[in-house]
Every structure is written in structure tokens, then in C-alpha cells.
């Protein structure tokens, strides 16, 4: 039944489709009781919450889910993301109804978030229970086994004890032995005993069903009826501490969910060997999900207890945080895009989650999107702690996402940018595709000239700029090259539109148009960006900025040949055509984020003149405020500041300790892995470094303090945390590096030397490129060591706390002319760290709340995730390098 109706080649009846989507309801309510239960464990929401607030709690989760859901949909109805399993437009059927549900009910019902989860737990059990009777009356067509299994005999049967235990043993008034045998023993034995029978000897229809449907039968009415309630406490004698309610409904529903998802599944997928296989991947999935949600919890601990300081008076418009959401959108895509595997049992699970990430970043920007086009102010309001005269004070804050159009050329650089490098990294070439015009091959040569002559023209700016001032050199050149550009971004268009053929013909005739015209385009107005740059000017015809203008048109005809192309490929069934075609389309999508990178751009380069389209304005401000993390400390001030000379400090401890550590590392693993002789001083050099590795962090501070800072002018200094955070980096760069290099085949090694390629080469070729990938492990493992180390900053950086003013690295370069020749005074002064920050505030009490304490920790969580992303970034380019995708 269910297989066939999953796989629409089979005729099914109208009770197999009935019993399919309240199987699918099921599922869903599964995963919607996992994560609020996950939400309620970690306090992000109040098991307590009634009225409004329930209200606004589910009417926020259904809104989510009809985004993420109505987004997917529109990519599936569209063939962007194809999802053609069932199961998994069931289980989306079954989210949107059980959320809808949830809704009324809470608008319906007088109760709490608690006694809603325990109605939905007897929701489900009555699910199971009905969807075992029904199979076993055989109402519907399925293929259970004839028993359950003894393994799930047996788990059910230490359920079973396990709830009988306690059951027994917590009920008041009874005695506490019967015949000098505990009674929770006895308790324990009968109903794990019966669970264990009730699995096994039944068919598995219902040796699969009843036993949970009873769990959470149990589970359910212990909540709703506030047996177990939000209040609720207990405190064993024999224990020095106790158990809340707080922490045992989460729990109960966490578990609740679990089983019910296991046994919806099997029901889902027939019983049977299909059955258990659909309803274990499922667990195993949800089971991933929570031990990746635990390791989360830690991070998100952290992130409530500091977030409210981090995010006082934060405030972004709508429009920059889509531009900041259409990088993940365009990877969840991808990822959504990708095979979920053959035509079995474990498709529809892999859709399903694979689905998932595009349906939660689409959902948010549904959110966004209602925001500025309803032109409501989307506001978070919240009390904040901090230290006045020792006293806490409280203070009124909020978190805004505002309908303004205004957005910050930074963000739109960074966006564009990972956009343009992604899809500029799945673009193969067109250069040998289509016809070659000659007047074409004039513009190819042509190019490069003009080009170049851009970037003469920017040097001669910087040379002998104040003397070209009062020529109109650098508007009309600028306003030529912007020109020129609109010229090759709109020429692939026509004979898109008009040619001779259909549409996939022409496109593929004119790939070599499409690929000078676009490429050449972003080329060509990168150069008159710069020249902008060089010769601080801001062409302008009236009101109107020709570059702006014309990144903004050549982004609308790249986007137009991207539709274009893809519109063609969906047309043709053959092989290479349909190839070509996508790399067109790839294209396109790249110059259209290459010119908005460049609007960018254009913006920094013209100083503080914003660029104006209609309501949409990008300039250097935008429409981005968090004071925690954009601002100094303001001693005197009621509003406290932030701690961005903190973050600043941080970035540059972590980036000099690098720059000292994995060049050296990697080569003195080279040179013993390559070079050196394997023998006696090997294994002494391999087991120092292992000792150094397992060093004390202390003992590098005091090294540091002891040896380097007399030497440095005898203060504590910025370089002296990034030698000795150095010196904590170098073995462990070491020896992955020697194991990576290790691990590169001899074969490469031989094939390199049959081709006559001398060591040094090849090494430098093939080796070392061929084992980047654990060197990057390496590197990412010891920054994230290194960029959370406090002992060893306190003794050769200080605590620096609320400092007001940044450490400015790149701006304290001076050039001399006598030795050394260049010099930098910002290196040898100390500055504020975030790890000894956190420790002053949080561990010391000096200066500042707790809550800035938890705060600066979280902000340093965020710094090492980036250098994280970054690591993994570097790590994944170099594995798809070697196997040439």
C-alpha cells in the first residue's frame, strides 16, 4: 500500500491514502514536538507560556514552516529542487495541518505550553494505536512480519522496567518492600515483562504500535494532567539534588517523539524489512539531529545567558539581512538539489532532510520579505544588566528588524562576492562552444588593452593625482568604461531574443557572445571601479551615477541570459547541449553577483556618496547598528558600549600566531618527513613535539613572560601573545602536517620522478598540495585551541577591559630608511582580548555585568566558528582540487 502510493505505480484504495496521511500527521507531529521540546530544555521557551504568548509562540512556528514549505514548493513546481517523494510531501502536508491544529487549540484551549505537549503526546499514542488496530483488522493493505523482533522486544522491555520502577516507586501510601523485595522491583519486573510481551508476541503491526502508543499514553497523561507539571519537584533522600519539571517534560517529549517517529515510520512504509529499515533511518536521523543539538546547546547556553548584552539596541533593515540570507539560500539549494540517493526505503528520509536547511533560511526570508513589503517594524523588546557604581542596573533595549531599504555596501560586497567566487567555481568554460564572430575576436583582443590601460591610468593617479585634478580626466574616462560595459552586458541579449532556431539553438550559437560579453563585462568594470578609486571620482549625469547605473543593468542582463539559458536547457534532451547550457546559466548567475559586488564597490570607492535606486539605497552606513559589537567601550556614558577593540585584538592575536606558526610547521614537517633520514633523531623530534603539544598553556605564559617580554621592550605587547600563542600552535601544526604528508601515496611521488620532475618540485607540486587538506585540519584544530587561551594572554597581554579604541595593525606601518627599516609601535603595546576579558569580568568581577561577560564569551564563540568556516572553506577547495571538481 504504502509503497505503491510512495512510488505512484500501483493502484491504492481510499483507506490506504487516509491511512497514509495520518501516518504522515503523525511523523510531523513527531518533529514538531522534538523541537519544541528541544526549545523548552534549553529555556529558549517557557514550558509556562499561556494565552498570548502560546498564541504568538505557535503562530510564529506556523509561519516559519508555511515559508520553508512554500518555499520548497515553488523550487520543486519550478524543477530547481525536484521533490518527488510522497513521504516527504506528506510529512509537509502533516507539518502544515498539526501546526495549524496546534494553533486553533491554542487560541481554543485555556492552557499552558506543558499541558499542550501532553495533549499532543495522547494525540499521537492514539495515532499509533489506531494505525496498529487498522493494519491488524487488515482495513488497509499492508505486509507486517510475525513478530516485532526481539530486539525491540527487548528495548521495550527496559522501557517497560524502567517506567514501572518509577511509577511503583514514587506512588505515596504504599509500603516500600512486600515479602522483603522492594516494590518498585516488583514494579519494575511486571511491566517489563509485559511491554517485552506485548512487542514480541502480537503480529508487528501491533507488537509495533501499542507498546509506544502506552509509553505516551503514560508520558502524555502525566503531563496534561499536570501530574508531572512545570512546578513540579521532586528530591530523593538519598540524592543530595533533585529533579524539576523543567527538565523532565522536555525529556518526556524528546523520548515521546522518538518513539512516535520510529513506529509513524514503520506504519508508514508497510511494516515489513521496508518498514523497519524507513522507521530505523528515521531514528538514526532524529538520534544525529540530537547529538548535533546537544553539542549546539552548549554554544546556545552560552548564547542566552550573553545575548542579551551582544544584541542591545541592534538594529537592521530587512533588505540587509536578505542580502546577508542569499548566500545560505543559494547553498541550501544546492544541497536540497543534490541526489538523495536510489529508489529505495531511504530515500524519502534523505529528501526530508535534505530539504530541511532550505526550508528553514526560506521560511526567515518569507518573514523579511512580509516586513518590508507590510512596511512593519519587526522589534524584540528586552531589559538588559549593567554595573553602575557596583550597583546592576536594568536598562530598556531592543532587537529591530526595520522595512528600511537602506543596506551597507560592505554586506553587499561580502555577498556578492561568495556568490560570484561559488558560481564562478561551478562554471566550466564556453570557449571552444558556438560561433566565433570576427568582430567578436576584436573585442576578445581588445579587452585586455583597455583594461590594462585602466589600470596605467589608476597609477598615474597615484603618482601625480594632485596634478591631474583640474582636468576632466577621470569623469570621462570612468563614464566611457561604464559605457562600454552596458555595451557587452546587453549584446549577448538580442540574438538571444530575435535569432534564427529555437532557443536552445541560438543559445548555444551564441556562447562565445555570452561568455566575452559577461566575463569581459565584469572584467572591464572592476577596472573602472579601481580607476574611481585612483582618481576619487564620482561620475555623475545629473542625479544619475553612469557605474551604479550600469552594474545595476549588466546584473539585470546577466540575470535575464541566466533565465534565458535555463529556460533552453529545460527544452532540449540532449546530453552535451543540456551541459552547455547549465554552464551558461552558471555564468550568468556569476556576473550578475560580480556587478552587484562591484555596486559595492563603487560605493567604497566614491567615499560617502551613497548609491540611490528608487527606495533602495546602499552606502557605507546602511542600515546596520550593533553598538555591542561596531563600538567601544563609553566609560562615562549610562549606554555601555561594546567591545569591538576586544574582537579586533582577538583577530589579530590568531592571524600573527598563524602567520608564525604554519610556515614554519609545515616546513620542518617536510623536511622530516621528506628529507630527513628516518631514525633515532626522527622519533626524538616526533616525541618532543608530542610532549610540547601536551604542554600546559601556563607554562608557555610564563616562558612568554619570562623570555619574550624583556626582549620586546619589556611591556606587555601584542607581539609577545602572538610569539607565545605561536609557540603553542607550531607542534600541532607539525605533526598533522607529517601525517598528512605521510599519507600521500608513494605512487604520486614515483609517477612525479618517471616524468623527471627533480624532489624539491615535486614535493612542492604534488606532495604538498596533495596532503593541504590535513594540513588545513591541523590549523583549524590549533586556532581553535589557541584563540580561547586566557593564562598565558594574562601574563604577556594583560586584561585590558573597557577599552575604547581599537588596535590599529595595518595603520601602525612605518618605512624608514635605516634598519630595520620597518617598523610598527601598535605590535609592542598591549591591547584587549576577548578571552581575558571574560575572564576579568566573569571570573574576577572587575568592571563590568555578568551579562557582558557571557557576551564577550559568545562573541568569541562567533570568532572562532569564522576561523573555523574559513578553515573548512580552505580545507573543502583543496579536497575538490585533487579530485579535479
Known sequence: MSEGYARENELVSVESNVYDRAMDVGIALSIVTFVVGMLTFADAVPLGATGTELINFFGLLLAATAGGVGIVAVFSYANVVPVTSQRVRGVAFGLLVGLVGLTVAAVALPVSLATMLGLILLVEAGLLAAGGVASRLELVDTDPSRTAGLLAGLAFGVIGAITGAVIVGSLPGVPSAVVGVPLWLLGAVALGVGFGALTIGPREDLGSTLPPALIL???????????IGVGWQWAPENLSGGFTGGSIIPL?????????SWSAAKCRADF?????????????????FLMVAVMVAIVTYVTVKGVSWAFHGFTIGALSLLVVLTPPLVLTIQYARAPAGTDEWHTAARQFFRVIPLAAVGSLATLLLGIFVTGTTFEVPYQYAILVDRSTVMLDTAVSVTPSLQVGNLLVIVSGALLFTYFLRRYGSLRDVGTEYEQLSSVRQGLPAAIGLLGLLSLVYIGIGPVLDGLPIGIGVATLGAVAVAALALAPLGPLVTGEGSLADRAHRNSQLLNVGLLGGVALLTAVVVFEWTAVSNPRLGPVAPVGVVAVIAA??????AGL???ARRATDDTLRHRILGDQVTLGLAAAAGYLTLIGLHVAATSEVPFVLGPIEIGIQGSLSWPAVLQGAIPLGEAP?????????????VIGASLFAVPLGLGAAVFLTEYAEQGRFTEVVETATNALWSTPSIVFGLFGAAFLIPRLGDNLSLLAAQLTLSFMLLPLVVITSREAIKSVPDEYRDASAALGVDKWKTIRSVVIPAAMPGVVTGVILGVGRIAGETAPLILVLGSEINATNAIDVLGGFAFTTSPPFVTNDALLT????????VWAIITAGVSGSASKGWATAFMLLVVVLS?????ITARTYFRRKINYE
Do not use: D, E, K, M
Request: net charge positive; glycine share 14%.
Open 641 to 653: 558600549g561594546g567591545i569591538y577593540p576586544a574582537i579586533v585584538g582577538t583577530i589579530w592575536i
Open 867 to 871: 576561523f573555523y568556516a574559513v578553515g
Open 830 to 837: 598591549s591591547s584587549a582580548a576577548l578571552p581575558t576579558q
Open 272 to 288: 515489513g524489512a521496508r518498514g523497519r529499515q524507513y522507521g530505523a533511518f528515521f531514528v538514526i536521523n532524529l538520534n544525529a
Open 565 to 567: 539559458a535555463s529556460r
Open 217 to 227: 499514553g503514560v508520558f502524555g497523561a502525566t503531563i496534561a494532567t499536570a501530574a
Open 556 to 561: 539585470l542582463a546577466s540575470t535575464c541570459a
Open 252 to 260: 518526556f517529549v524528546l523520548f515521546g517523539s522518538l518513539l512516535t
